[in-house]
């Protein structure tokens, strides 16, 4: 590593020394821009570029008290981390699961200002979220606690400020709450406050879908690249929530197929692929009890293998994991590896363990994509709702998913371009980080040490 990544690595290391996922996320990143730090260390020092980069605008925590049905109190921690703002408002979803920290926050947040940058929207980056999960509750009790959790959060927030959206554990339902008390609050009609909204109040068409179809777009170019198309491909995901059945819709719709999804309880083999009257299965299934999808192979009578995940698998042509970070490690990595799949796209935010990556994208039959540009189709169709709200007017679901499209294409050209011009070849994440850092850095430059 050059002697200034250095210096701001060790420095990152020490000031969040118990905080793995940020530091892990930072690493990475920092392995990517080190051709491009070496061309400008001078300058990028000069204006202590990395230095900003790697420390948040700032950290916002805050307790969450609300009651469940029976009356019993309950004490949650709220986060907001507001990491970049150099290219635009805070932009990033909130997050609802019991393993959430301040940790997972930063190392979202942090993903989520290359990620948006890349976009080439005016959008930076932030996260947030509680370590409140809504699975096992009623309505009343998420109801209750998004009221609560926005009661705290309504200050830092707004349409030119902070924008946050959906993530693991907030859907449209958990929107819906947070946004009617933010509006009791405020008494203003600022529905451009969130994104990931109910299209009767100003939510995007395909919006719920939006990470998945990105996802495939994205996997179409690469295929490009390589000469083939995406017609009777066969996929693997992990996750079946929006992510995962935006891919399983998509895939269908361009003539793949998803054979293998995988959840917490076991993965399913459906050599028939998702598609028709399964995907509005899968939405049914998930809404019921989101912790199980053997209930899936029950009703189709496919193959259930119980506590394990689909990674390793031989007979599919693509591997794209959309779950959760970290879902992918060496002892996978190599199972992946050895099953000789060709494409690796990573849809969830850091999907794989560093040590992980790093065999990958070594291996010289596998193809590597970055979360970061994968993904970048969710928050993209989160900007073209902030539009929309702007404009008081609704684009058809036919020009949100035309714009989408675009979108991923530019993103895949800008991440091949980069990577290129920094003598790296087809190196898809370095150039995906590459791409993404240098539009915030020079943002970070022309506004001064702020």
């Known amino acids: 590593m050059h002697q200034y990544m250095q210096r701001v690595y060790d420095e990152v290391k020490a000031r969040n020394p118990h905080e793995k996922l940020f530091l892990q996320t930072v690493e990475e990143v920092f392995e990517s821009l080190e051709p491009i730090v070496e061309?400008?260390?001078?300058?990028?020092?000069?204006?202590?570029?990395?230095?900003?980069?790697?420390?948040?605008?700032?950290?916002?925590?805050?307790?969450v008290t609300w009651a469940d049905d029976n009356g019993m109190p309950h004490v949650n921690r709220g986060f907001r981390v507001q990491f970049n703002s150099a290219i635009g408002p805070y932009k990033g979803g909130l997050r609802f699961a019991s393993d959430v920290t301040l940790d997972t926050m930063k190392f979202l947040g942090f993903e989520q200002t290359f990620k948006n940058s890349l976009t080439s929207l005016p959008l930076g980056g932030g996260k947030g979220g509680s370590d409140f999960s809504p699975i096992g509750k009623s309505d009343a009790e998420v109801m209750r606690f998004c009221q609560a959790f926005m009661t705290e959060l309504w200050r830092h927030i707004g349409p030119d400020v902070d924008v946050p959206a959906g993530d693991i554990g907030v859907g449209g339902r958990e929107i819906g709450y947070l946004y009617g008390q933010y509006k009791r609050i405020k008494a203003?009609?600022?529905?451009?406050?969130?994104?990931?909204?109910?299209?009767?109040?100003g939510g995007s068409l395909i919006r719920p879908e939006a990470t998945g179809y990105g996802a495939v777009y994205y996997l179409v170019e690469?295929?490009?690249?390589?000469?083939?198309t995406i017609e009777g491909k066969r996929i693997a995901v992990s996750g079946y929530g929006n992510v995962g059945w935006g891919i399983m819709k998509k895939a269908a719709q361009l003539g793949a197929k998803v054979t293998y999804f995988a959840g917490p309880d076991g993965y399913i083999h459906d050599p028939d692929g998702v598609t028709g009257d399964k995907l509005d299965f899968i939405l049914?299934?998930?809404?019921?009890?989101?912790?199980?999808?053997?209930?899936?192979?029950?009703?189709?009578?496919?193959?259930?293998?119980?506590?394990?995940?689909?990674?390793?698998?031989?007979?599919?042509?693509?591997?794209?994991?959309?779950a959760t970070q970290n879902d992918v490690n060496e002892e996978w990595a190599q199972?992946?590896?050895?099953?000789?799949?060709?494409?690796?796209?990573?849809?969830?935010?850091?999907?794989t363990t560093n040590e992980a990556l790093a065999m990958l994208r070594k291996c010289e039959h596998i193809t590597v994509a970055p979360s970061k540009a994968v993904n970048a189709g969710g928050v993209a169709t989160s900007g073209f709702e902030m539009s929309q709200n702007s404009m008081r007017y609704n684009w058809t679901a036919e020009e949100v998913d035309e714009k989408l499209?675009?979108?991923?294409?530019?993103?895949?050209?800008?991440?091949?371009?980069?990577?290129?011009?920094?003598?790296?070849?087809?190196?898809?994440?370095?150039?995906?980080?590459?791409?993404?850092?240098?539009?915030?850095?020079?943002?970070m430059i022309a506004q001064g040490l702020v």
């Open 39 to 63: 061309k400008n260390a001078e300058l990028y020092e000069k204006y202590g570029v990395l230095e900003r980069m790697c420390e948040p605008d700032r950290m916002i925590q805050f307790r």
């Open 188 to 201: 203003v009609w600022e529905n451009g406050v969130l994104t990931g909204k109910g299209f009767s109040y």
């Open 222 to 228: 690469v295929l490009k690249h390589f000469g083939e």
């Open 284 to 322: 049914e299934m998930r809404a019921k009890d989101p912790m199980h999808c053997k209930p899936y192979a029950d009703k189709y009578g496919v193959e259930f293998v119980p506590g394990t995940k689909c990674w390793g698998v031989k007979d599919v042509d693509i591997i794209m994991p959309a």
């Open 335 to 351: 199972k992946i590896i050895d099953s000789g799949v060709k494409y690796y796209i990573e849809v969830a935010n850091m999907p």
């Open 405 to 443: 499209q675009v979108t991923m294409k530019n993103i895949y050209a800008a991440s091949v371009e980069a990577a290129e011009k920094a003598g790296l070849g087809y190196d898809l994440v370095a150039g995906g980080n590459i791409a993404g850092f240098l539009r915030v850095a020079d943002a």
